[in-house]
C-alpha cells in the first residue's frame, strides 16, 4: 500500500544545530513529494516540493530536501535551526491520477522544538 | 485574503447532532480536498472534487459523511448523527496544479 512514514516523531535541537528530519515513501511509479510546516497556531504551509529535475530542492525560510530514488527517500535539512523554527513538519507524497488529480498521502509529523 | 478559508474555525456540539463545515478555496483552483487530523497524526485524505464532481472518497468517510461542491466553487462537508470518535481537525485545501494550499482547518469537538 501507498505511504509516507516519518521516523523521528520527536526532535529537540538548540539554536545553530543543524537539522535532518527523515521521510521514506513506497510509491511504485511517478511521485510528488513534499515537506509541510505547521507552526504553533497556524495552518500547514509549503515549505518545499520535489516533481522531477534536480533532487536538491530548496525551499523557503533556508530548508533543503533531497530526493534519493534508490532509497525512496526525501529528507529535509537545515544547516542551522532558529527558535523560530519551532513547528511540526510533515512530508507528503503524491501520484498522478488517470483522472488528472492528484491523491496526497501525508506521513504522521515530526515535531520539532529548537531551544534558545 | 486570498487563501483557502474554513467556517466555522471551532465547533462544539453534542453527540447525535449534525453539524456542517464550508470551505472556500483559492479562486481559480479547481481541485479541493477535504482532510481530517486528529492529535500525533497527519492529514489523512477524506474526499476531493475536480470542480463540481467528486472524483473519489476514502473508506474513512462514513455514510454519516457527505460532501459537495455544487457549483466548483465553495464545498461543505456534513457529518451526520455525530460521534465522539469525529472529533478531529477538518482540513481544506485546493489546487491548481500537484502543490496543495491549505485552510486554517475547523476543529470539531463532539462531547
Redesign the interface.
Given at each position: 500500500a501507498q505511504s509516507?512514514s516519518?521516523h523521528n516523531?520527536h526532535v529537540i535541537l538548540s539554536e545553530a544545530a543543524s537539522l535532518e528530519l527523515g521521510c521514506n515513501y513506497s510509491y511504485g511509479g511517478t511521485v510528488?513529494l513534499?515537506w509541510?510546516v505547521q507552526y504553533p497556531g497556524?495552518?500547514?504551509?509549503?515549505l518545499l516540493?520535489y516533481?522531477s529535475g534536480d533532487p536538491l530542492v530548496k525551499g523557503i525560510k533556508g530548508f533543503e530536501a533531497e530526493f534519493i530514488k534508490s532509497k525512496f527517500s526525501f529528507n529535509l535539512r537545515k544547516p542551522s535551526v532558529q527558535w523560530s523554527d519551532t513547528a511540526e513538519y510533515?512530508c507528503?507524497a503524491?501520484e498522478?491520477?488517470t483522472?488528472?488529480?492528484?491523491?496526497?498521502?501525508?506521513?504522521?509529523?515530526t515535531r520539532l522544538k529548537v531551544l534558545a | 485574503d486570498t487563501g483557502v478559508s474554513q467556517d466555522p474555525r471551532h465547533k462544539i456540539t453534542k453527540r447525535g447532532q449534525n453539524v456542517t463545515f464550508r470551505c472556500d478555496p483559492i479562486s481559480e483552483h479547481n481541485r479541493l480536498y477535504w482532510y481530517r487530523q486528529t492529535l500525533g497524526q497527519g492529514p489523512e485524505f477524506l474526499t476531493y472534487f475536480q470542480n463540481e464532481a467528486q472524483l473519489e472518497k476514502s473508506r474513512l468517510l462514513s455514510d454519516r459523511f457527505s460532501a459537495e461542491r455544487p457549483k466548483g466553487s465553495f464545498s461543505t462537508l456534513e457529518i451526520q448523527r455525530t460521534e465522539q470518535g469525529d472529533s478531529a481537525m477538518y482540513l481544506c485545501a485546493s489546487s491548481l496544479s500537484p502543490s496543495q494550499f491549505f485552510g486554517p482547518g475547523t476543529r470539531l469537538t463532539v462531547l
Open positions: 509516507v516519518q516523531h510528488n513534499f509541510y497556524q495552518h500547514l504551509q509549503l516540493k516533481f510533515f507528503a503524491s498522478p491520477r483522472s488528472g488529480t492528484y491523491k496526497y498521502i501525508f506521513g504522521t509529523g | -
